[in-house]
């Protein structure tokens, strides 16, 4: 299976802190996005890096990625309590059908 | 831009009855689009790959007469859940695939999800 796993399963932080959520995947990827997903809702595309990136800002994200570890990590800075979502990995099938594979998710809380 | 939309957005049948869902992209045209399943607190499953004019191509272990699926249009694909039983009760996503979207590479946009409860 492509699918990815994510740790930590769960996060709980305090309204302001930072929160770091990692993702690790199998096989070689052209990019790596992340998604983000409340509760009972669909899915909203956060960011996309590319393999021959390292390092990707957009507004409080920072994604970073390492494929020599083939492992990804999604930095949310100042995060706030509208960040509580679940957050997902997804890695493109390199078989050339253009499916998404999906992490397992890490459940962030914020607490006001 | 780039809106996926489904309908409906929760469903509750009787086990035996068939179950439409519709998934649309309102402003652009997919030729590829993606039905996925999604238990409470677990990951997204793809369950099959819809392509506009021709058979949908189904992962492992997913009964394709039991999902029905039809790319009828470059905007339109639908799930059929035939003969529904408690056990398909789950969330189900579609997406669509935009060519050459988002950073200039293909993108997935996702429609907002349809819960189905069958009793």
């Known amino acids: 299976s492509q699918q990815g796993e994510e740790d930590p399963q769960a996060l709980s932080i305090q309204e302001g802190e930072n929160a770091t959520m990692n993702c690790s995947y199998k096989?070689?990827?052209?990019?790596l996005q992340w998604y983000r997903q409340n509760s009972g809702r669909g899915l909203v595309h956060l960011i996309l890096?590319?393999?021959?990136?390292r390092e990707k800002h957009s507004g409080r994200l920072r994604v970073t990625l390492d494929t020599s570890k083939k492992s990804s990590s999604l930095l949310i800075t100042a995060s706030r309590a509208a960040d509580t979502a679940s957050y997902f990995c997804?890695?493109?099938?390199?078989?050339?059908?253009?499916?998404?594979?999906f992490g397992t998710g890490t459940r962030l809380t914020v607490i006001p | 831009g780039a809106v996926v939309s489904q309908h409906p957005s929760w469903v509750i049948c009787k086990s035996g009855t068939s179950v439409k869902i519709e998934c649309r992209s309102l402003?652009?045209?997919?030729?590829?689009m993606f039905w996925y399943r999604q238990f409470p607190k677990q990951s997204l499953m793809l369950m099959a790959t819809?392509?506009?004019?021709?058979?949908?191509?189904?992962e492992q272990g997913v009964e394709k007469d039991k999902f029905l699926i039809n790319h009828a249009s470059l905007t339109l694909s639908t799930l059929t859940v035939t003969s529904a039983h408690p056990e398909d009760s789950s969330f189900y996503i579609c997406?669509?695939?935009?060519?050459?979207?988002?950073?200039?590479?293909?993108?997935?946009?996702f429609g907002p999800g349809t819960r189905l409860t069958v009793l």
């Open positions: 997406s669509a695939r935009l060519a050459g979207g988002l950073y200039g590479t293909d993108t997935q946009y």
């Open positions: 096989t070689s990827i052209n990019n």
């Open positions: 890096i590319r393999s021959n990136e």
């Open positions: 997804a890695t493109p099938d390199q078989t050339g059908a253009n499916n998404l594979f």
């Open positions: 402003d652009f045209q997919a030729t590829t």
């Open positions: 819809s392509n506009e004019g021709s058979k949908a191509t189904y």
